[in-house]
């Protein structure tokens, strides 16, 4: 039997007088509060983790249980008890005198309880506050062995790994599908220490010198007075500051292209963005960038859908993650390595490798791949992991060193720093999530939040107490070795060499290697960008900024304010594409696309269903849309509705398919009788049904209609042969076609751009 349903039936046998009633005011038997809400009485296991949430059991350096027999220790019992461990029989009272009179001092539960509550904030991250993260592994290939002796590296290495998406600007509760650079952080947990690979969705900074770093977020975060907009940067000051500061030039570019609104985190790029140094067991170096390619492709939303999904579904980009992973469609990136020489330079065919604001073309140095990262498993509790998470560049293990680059010299310095404040003390590295899954054996001691027992007296060294341990590692016995490189002889300066002060170059090659529906996509940012700025000044500057990457990106915007536009004052830069850099163009696998059904009652449920399972066989989600919830149809086979006319909206889906009426008499085309199609009030097609394909039509989805369906499509004015749009007489032939069109992630002809 049921335990829920035994320990309901008791209580609502105590109200009704037909058993053994509870007795007023005595611990241990539930108050009749609110009649015919019944809660269970009696103590039953907690439920178990879902299977993907459940992380395995492993027991940190300090004793202490980490993954899922941690999440057992700090929920187990049956019983309700207070921090201390003692059950409470009532937490839903405070002690009064008397029930109607004032509430007591001594209620040390009361104070427990409140105090507990009034401290379960802890500051936010200053950037990149709003995250969302899953578990995963990383297989290495081996392929990285030659140059890098980092055991996670060497040939079947495989190892756990934690990643953490975010956007920078907005706070915690900000909207996902915002337009902002993402960040793309990843906690791998390996055998010698942790090594967190920090970095962002796009593979250049906007500044070149972390001094700076304060005053870009100064100007991209809401303004102090009114604290406006929230996680925007379509106003004045992020203008202000990029305009004054041209080095940000590139990266503002990336931040108006399409990489700004990603469709998905799992449909996203990834960039350690600075040049490391990797060191191979015979000590020669090479320089490296790495970059993460996701296997389902790079594709990102159209501007109209980002704005409507930050109302519509904020959580856009967490919801995608979380549900995908549940459903088994586990996101893939290759990791891939650049390789350059280590020369004196540091530069690679005239490029400064240290300067945060340059790409090398992929033309130039190809991606190597080095191996696949799976995450499949999403986190148990979103504080406990994807908050107190704690990310810094400084954790490397050997084989992996830095460079010179000045952007990462501040952040060596800033991650250690600012978790002092958002994880209240220097022993983060003992939360759960953040502990290594190496033996730890240092010397620090004591701190706010310290969890380990020490044993020991002497945690110093040299010392003869403790037997003189712990031992020193050597090269040979995996010791993290910074390399020896030589430091020119120099004289101490505040300023930026002269390699940095090209700001338009790259830029430019940036803009020239988008396609024509790419760089419409970058006017209309702009355009509306600037146009939300107030101040004059602001926007000729930005329009300066632009006339020196493109004279024609220059002009449309400027036609879009309605300003003149500036002559260039740098000379063009001759530069080549780099292909690699457009999103358009190729085809993608459509594992976890989700497909949209609409029907109602009348509709053809046999051709419905046929749909929902051929959706289903290719890797995908099917989700039938109906005027109200419940199931369609009658029996086994009745349809089950997962979305609503009301609460459907376009931008859930990647394509939309109209089910028409099942065929009547001999025709096996189906029938085009009105009935079958969803109407609205007046008997038209519904309004909410218009926006929905309307939408889906204008943001260049593939849409297909069966059985007369496509009487939904012509009420709209949407041709039968539109680009992209699929007619024909059952649904799963149509599916195909749809499937082709959602591998170019959208039906590119749709938008409107220039002969
Ligand atoms: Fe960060 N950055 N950053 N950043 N960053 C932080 O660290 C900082 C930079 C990046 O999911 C903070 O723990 C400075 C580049 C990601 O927890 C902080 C500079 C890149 C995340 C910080 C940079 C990044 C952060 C805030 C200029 C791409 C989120 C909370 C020198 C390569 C990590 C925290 C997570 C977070 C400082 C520039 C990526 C304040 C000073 C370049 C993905 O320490």
């Known amino acids: 039997p049921n335990p829920i349903k035994r320990a309901a039936d008791k209580v609502t046998e105590a109200i009704q007088g037909t058993g053994a009633g509870p007795e007023e005011g005595i611990p241990g038997k539930p108050a009749p509060d609110s009649a015919g809400v019944a809660e269970p009485v009696e103590p039953r296991e907690p439920l178990p983790p879902k299977p ?32 201390q461990g003692t059950r409470r029989y ?156 041209t080095e940000a030039t590139h990266h503002t570019l990336w931040n108006m292209s399409d990489r700004g609104i990603p ?51 904020p959580d856009f980009h967490r919801r995608d993650l979380a549900d995908a992973i549940e459903a088994g469609a586990c996101p893939e990136w290759e990791l891939g390595i650049q390789t350059f020489p280590d020369t004196p330079e540091q530069t690679f065919e005239g490029i400064d490798l240290l300067d945060a604001t340059n790409i090398v073309p992929e033309e130039l140095a190809p991606v190597q791949p080095i191996g696949l990262l799976t995450l499949n498993r999403n986190p148990s509790n979103y504080f406990a992991e994807t908050e107190q998470v704690a990310f810094h560049v400084g954790h490397l293990v050997p084989g992996i060193d830095i460079t010179d680059d000045p952007l990462l010299a501040g952040r060596l310095f800033s991650y250690l720093d600012t978790q002092i404040t958002r994880l209240a003390g220097p022993n983060f590295s003992q939360i759960p999530i953040n502990r290594p899954h190496s033996p730890v054996n240092d010397m620090q001691r004591d701190g706010f939040h310290q969890d380990a027992v020490h044993r020991g007296v002497a945690p110093y060294r040299p010392n003869s107490l403790d037997g003189g341990c712990p031992f020193l590692a050597g090269a040979d016995t995996g010791a993290y070795i910074e390399t020896p490189v030589r430091v020119p002889e120099a004289t101490k300066v505040r300023e930026a060499p002269e390699s940095f002060s090209d700001h338009f170059s790259q830029p430019r090659r940036f803009w020239l290697s988008m396609s024509a529906v790419e760089r419409e996509h970058i006017i209309g940012a702009y355009t509306f960008e600037l146009g939300k700025c107030y101040e004059q000044a602001v926007k000729e500057r930005a329009l300066q900024v632009l006339a020196n990457i493109d004279v024609e990106l220059c002009a449309r915007v400027a036609e879009g304010l309605g300003l003149p536009a500036p002559e260039p004052t740098v000379a063009p830069a001759d530069v080549e594409p780099s292909p690699a850099l457009s999103q358009v163009g190729q085809t993608w696998p459509t594992d976890g696309r989700l497909i949209g059904i609409v029907t109602g009652p009348d509709g053809d449920l046999d051709g419905v269903r046929a749909v929902r399972e051929a959706v289903l066989g290719a890797g995908m989600v099917p989700l039938v849309i109906a005027p109200t919830g419940g199931k369609l149809g009658a029996g086994e086979d009745a349809v089950t509705v997962q979305r609503t006319f009301a609460t459907a909206r376009s931008i859930e889906f990647d394509a939309l398919l109209v089910a028409g009426a099942p065929a009547a008499g001999g025709d096996a085309y189906g029938s085009r009788d009105a009935k079958a199609l969803p109407t609205g009030p007046q008997g038209a097609l519904d309004p909410r049904v218009s926006l929905l394909l309307s939408e889906a039509f204008r943001h260049g989805k593939a849409i297909g209609a069966w059985a007369g369906g496509d009487a939904a499509l012509e009420a709209l004015g949407i041709a039968a042969d539109a680009p992209g749009v699929v007619v024909g007489r059952d649904g799963t032939s149509v599916l195909e076609q749809l499937q082709e069109l959602m591998a170019a992630h959208r039906v590119w002809e749709r938008f409107v751009t220039p002969a």
């Open 263 to 313: 469709r998905s985190y799992r449909m996203m790029e990834g960039f350690g963005v600075h040049t490391f140094r990797l060191v191979a067991a015979d000590g020669s170096t090479t320089l490296v960038k790495f970059h993460w390619k996701p296997k389902l492709g790079v594709h990102s939303l159209v501007w109209e859908e980002a704005q409507i999904a930050g109302g519509v579904d």
């Open 90 to 245: 009532d937490t839903d009272h405070s002690l009064k005198a008397g029930a109607r009179g004032p509430v007591l001092l001594q209620d040390h539960h009361l104070r427990e309880k409140v105090m507990h509550f009034d401290h379960e904030r802890i500051p936010e991250r200053v950037v990149h506050a709003r995250g969302a993260a899953a578990h995963g592994v990383f297989k290495s290939y081996g392929t990285a062995a030659a140059v890098s002796k980092a055991a996670f590296l060497a040939a079947g290495a495989e190892t756990p790994v934690f990643v953490r998406f975010s956007t920078v600007l907005g706070s915690r509760g900000s909207a996902d599908t915002v337009r902002d650079t993402r960040g793309f952080a990843t906690k791998f947990y390996t055998e010698e220490g942790v090594f967190d690979l920090v970095g962002n969705n796009m593979p250049v900074f906007f500044i070149q010198d972390a001094i700076k770093f304060p005053d870009i977020i100064h100007a991209g975060k809401p303004h102090p007075d009114r604290e406006i907009p929230q996680a925007q940067s379509a106003h004045d000051t992020f203008w202000d500051f990029v305009t004054l500061h």
């Open 52 to 83: 993907d949430q459940s992380g395995p059991d492993t027991m940190s350096p300090t004793g202490q249980a980490t993954g899922a027999a941690q999440a057992r220790m700090a929920q187990s019992g049956a019983y309700l008890t207070d921090a």
